[in-house]
């Protein structure tokens, strides 16, 4: 387990729990034996299903057994059941891997049946609400990974997980609230990075629909990147999105601002990294170099 | 294996093939030395053919599972090791690490994510094997800035304490060494790496009753001894005693040179 650190166990509780270990992995041997049986017979009933969820509740990275339950549920279950039940049978596994996500967080199928669930939510509840069902899902589903990244705040498969979710939800959230979510995760820990970078693909994204102009945007990202190097001048996320801010550097006057603001900057702490992180970045390297050259001294 | 094709029957007894799986068990029969008269080598390309999808991302399986660079790095691990490419659109393939590549200098799990120490080098390594295809260019696929900037941020991950951590602002752990290790390595940018304090931080993540832990004070685990060992292998320190001494490391295909040979003397050199 990561994170866990060494602890010394007396020898009856190393006994008690190798006892109980046992247990339980005979008992997971016998329930493996019977799934796959099923499996091989076809078996798409009820009771199929139920193992699938005893036996993945043991261990979700039986990546078969994942295929083996959906099949279960498009074969047997689904085709006996109204579109009401549909959803309530969708909506308690989106129950069940949701509590192996807090046990899991980095199961990849765990995730991935999830999505699967999302996108089989069936059309009602009326014929005035299609969308209704799937509406309910999705927003809950923006809870769920906002829960996960409370949990771990880097967790890079909730990130993408989120990223699905935004780009997927109909209708899709107001474009700011994704900048403001992100405003939040920046402002409890600016060496979140995954924060930042899930701030430049917003931000990417406005500016090429024309949802947000570019040029002002800018403006108000450099401060906020600004508020952060003289918080931690050391701080590798913060330089990283200052480079990509810059950009390919082409804008001349904006790079001799920036760089007379970073001169500021070592001026007041002189052993800051900001000269390793920030601008000696290569990218930018050569027209640094011009920027300095025209600078003069 | 032959026996195993069961044909058309979705529900054999035995999982369904999986990408990883096979490039895993490829390398696991080199090292245990089978001499590969029973591969199925047909079967095994029509597995990385049927994985591989529009966008020139492969899935884990042939009917769908997660689909990242992991899976882009297996198959072209594969197609090497099998040296056939016949089961790859490679240029498509191309295109998708190229997606992943990200402004931090680093690949993203998949297109839009977050630079990942992993992730990079299954994007390295899988430019630099496809090298090995007679039909390719001589170019990995890569330009002289784009190489520039992986190196830059790949060598700021190498933490003060001499570790490297897999993403930026992350803690250092011991995967990690090889996972940007090898990336330099591949890179051609090993002259970079601090040996001494790599190899220091790794000796810190020993387990004083034997393995490495991902981090000093951490638990110990096969993988992560692997990884360490592997890393150490790229980069023993400077003037380090006969401990240190390990078997030449392939970092393409993450497996020692002698294994590397055995594959290219018993698959490559049978057809
Ligand atoms: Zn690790």
């Not at chain 2, 630079?115 to 899988?126: K, P």
Request: glycine letters at 6%; one cysteine or more.
């Amino acid at each position: 387990m990561h994170g866990v650190k060494r602890v010394q166990y007396s020898k009856e509780v190393l006994e008690a729990r190798k006892q109980r270990d046992q247990a339980r992995l005979k008992d997971y041997l016998a329930l493996y034996e019977q799934v796959f049986q099923k499996r091989k017979n076809k078996d798409f009933s009820q009771d199929a299903f139920d193992s699938t969820t005893n036996i993945l509740r043991m261990n979700p990275e039986l990546y078969t057994i994942w295929n083996y339950r959906r099949n279960v549920m498009t074969n047997g279950i689904f085709p006996a059941s109204d579109p009401s039940k549909v959803n309530d049978i969708l909506s308690d596994d989106l129950s069940l891997t949701f509590a192996l996500l807090k046990e899991h967080p980095k199961v990849y199928w765990i995730w991935s049946h999830r999505m699967w669930c999302l996108e089989h939510v069936p059309d009602g509840p009326t014929d005035d609400q299609l969308k209704g069902w799937k509406t309910t899902n999705w927003k809950k589903e923006l809870f769920v990974v906002e829960k996960m990244l409370d949990a771990d705040a880097r967790n890079f498969m909730a990130w993408n997980y989120r990223r699905y979710i935004l780009g997927n939800m109909d209708p899709p959230p107001p474009p700011s609230a994704e900048l403001t979510y992100t405003t939040k995760k920046i402002e409890a820990n600016f060496s979140n990075f995954s924060a930042w970078h899930q701030r430049s693909r917003v931000l990417m994204s406005l500016w090429k629909e024309g949802k947000l102009d570019e040029k002002t945007s800018k403006q108000t990202e450099f401060e906020l990147v600004q508020n952060a190097m003289y918080t931690d001048p050391d701080d590798q996320s913060v330089w990283i999105y200052h480079a990509w801010l810059i950009d390919a550097g082409e804008d001349t006057a904006l790079l001799r601002r920036e760089i007379t603001s970073i001169q500021e900057l070592l001026d007041e702490q002189p052993d800051s990294k900001c000269t390793v992180y920030g601008v000696a970045c290569p990218i930018q390297e050569a027209h640094f170099g011009e920027a300095f050259g025209q600078l003069g001294p | 294996m032959k026996g195993a094709e069961s044909g058309k029957d979705d529900y054999s007894e035995y999982d369904t093939p999986h990408l990883i799986m096979t490039y895993t068990a490829l390398l696991s029969l080199a090292i245990l030395r089978d001499d590969f008269e029973r591969l199925n080598k047909p079967g095994i390309l029509k597995l990385v053919r049927s994985c591989q999808r529009a966008d020139g991302s492969f899935t884990s399986l042939p009917n769908g599972g997660d689909s990242d660079l992991r899976q882009v790095y297996c198959a072209f691990a594969i197609s090497s090791i099998l040296d056939d490419w016949s089961g790859i659109d490679v240029g498509s393939a191309v295109k998708y690490i190229q997606r992943c590549s990200n402004y931090e200098g680093g690949y993203g799990q998949s297109p839009g994510g977050e630079a990942l120490g992993g992730t990079t080098y299954c994007a390295l390594a899988s430019l630099y094997l496809a090298l090995s295809q007679s039909t390719s260019s001589v170019s990995p696929h890569l330009s002289p800035e784009e190489r520039t900037r992986t190196i830059r941020w790949l060598l700021q991950n190498q933490t003060p304490v001499g570790g490297f951590s897999g993403r930026t602002n992350k803690v250092p752990d011991a995967c990690y060494c090889f996972w940007a290790g090898a990336s330099l390595h591949i890179l051609g940018a090993s002259e970079y790496v601090n040996v001494t304090a790599l190899a220091s931080f790794l000796s810190k993540c020993q387990f004083k009753f034997g393995g490495i832990a991902k981090a000093p004070e951490d638990t110990p685990d096969p993988y992560h001894t692997y990884m360490a060992v592997a890393a150490l292998a790229l980069y023993p320190p400077e003037g380090a005693d006969k401990s240190y001494n390990l078997p030449k490391l392939n970092a393409l295909w993450n497996t020692t040179e002698d294994t590397a040979e055995w594959i290219r003397s018993h698959i490559q050199r049978r057809s």
